[in-house]
């Protein structure tokens, strides 16, 4: 009894000081492997900082980041419980779940997606929709099946003569001031900036309209119903990453994404936060007074509204299934915003 009473009030004194946030942190941290979508980089700056300056230690979570690109398959790796959380998208969750595919989205660390269309400063592009007035935009063909359905179903004169394929190179871009391109708002203006010394005109489809979440956690069903306080945890424990990665010293973060990523600059991460916060990816709508992460029921069913009207999801798909919002929008981590 004696024992059981002394390891109560040791962890009592580490929760008051601070150095555990709840009792599963003073017992042998949880070993999780979480899956990006990409490269270490800044647009995953929140996740690297939380590994780098022991957030997700505090919560008493052990926290693997195995990064995406090009040919991995993180997502089949969550169906697969290779790895226990996946950054997503609410386009492919919403999709996903019309599929039966049994995953649910936790948190939104996006309130908005960092989708662009890029023009020549020269063009005479000033608005979203005298993008239509180009000859060629180049497009990956998920953005040509996604996004641009969204563009002609909103804005008169997008047509599909336009599309040329984006093979992640802007060279056939630079070549044709009568073109543009699709991006991040984080990545390719910074490197078309590099090669002409100007920066393109950049058209956030986020603020014309197009309002999917991205940089979503998900999950299996399963993992909720068996242990919702991991859940929980990782989700708490992310949001700080980012309040501390974007208001706070991130330089742990950035030494722990070059480690991670050897091909990344200084340069492409200072323009990736800079963006990042000039243009509210990370910190804008719900976020502001319910917390970065935050995901609304509400902005869900836009999308899969949206999807619906331009044919992308049967109108009998159950969106409801693909998400779950008990564990954001609590305002965790807004002290730290300074």
């Not at 492409?268 to 990370?282: D, M, R």
């Amino acid at each position: 009894m004696f024992t059981e009473f002394f390891r109560s009030a040791v962890i009592a004194t580490l929760i008051s000081s601070g150095l555990v946030t709840n009792i599963n942190a003073a017992n042998a941290a949880d070993r999780v492997r979480f899956g990006t979508d990409w490269l270490a980089e800044a647009e995953h700056g929140g996740f690297y900082q939380a590994v780098a300056d022991g957030t997700y230690a505090r919560y008493g979570l052990e926290v693997e980041i195995v990064p995406g690109g090009s040919g991995t398959q993180n997502r089949s790796l969550l169906l697969a419980n290779k790895i226990d959380f996946y950054l997503g998208t609410q386009q492919e969750q919403l999709l996903a779940i019309e599929q039966g595919i049994p995953l649910v989205d936790v948190a939104a660390f996006y309130q908005k997606n960092a989708q662009v269309i890029l023009a020549h400063p020269e063009s005479g592009i000033e608005r979203f929709e005298d993008l239509s007035n180009l000859e060629t935009i180049f497009m990956t063909q998920g953005g040509f099946a996604g996004y641009f359905e969204w563009m002609k179903a909103n804005f008169a004169g997008f047509r599909d003569e336009q599309f040329r394929p984006y093979n992640y190179s802007a060279a056939p871009y630079l070549a044709n001031k009568n073109s543009g391109q699709q991006g991040l708002v984080t990545a390719e203006p910074y490197e078309i900036q590099k090669a002409t010394g100007a920066e393109p005109k950049i058209f956030l489809l986020a603020d014309s309209g197009y309002q999917p979440y991205a940089t979503t956690i998900t999950v299996q069903r399963s993992l909720i119903e068996k242990n919702p306080d991991l859940v929980q945890r990782f989700v708490d424990a992310s949001i700080e990453g980012w309040y501390n990665y974007l208001y706070g010293d991130n330089v742990v973060a950035n030494d722990l994404i070059k480690k991670t990523n050897p091909e990344m600059t200084d340069g492409q991460i200072e323009y990736a936060i800079n963006k990042i916060k000039q243009f509210g990816i990370v910190d804008s709508g719900d976020a502001l007074d319910k917390g970065i992460g935050c995901m609304t029921a509400e902005r869900y069913k836009l999308l899969a509204d949206e999807l619906v009207r331009v044919k992308l999801l049967k109108a009998e798909t159950d969106y409801k299934k693909a998400f779950d919002t008990r564990f954001s929008c609590k305002g965790v981590g807004l002290r730290l915003k300074h």
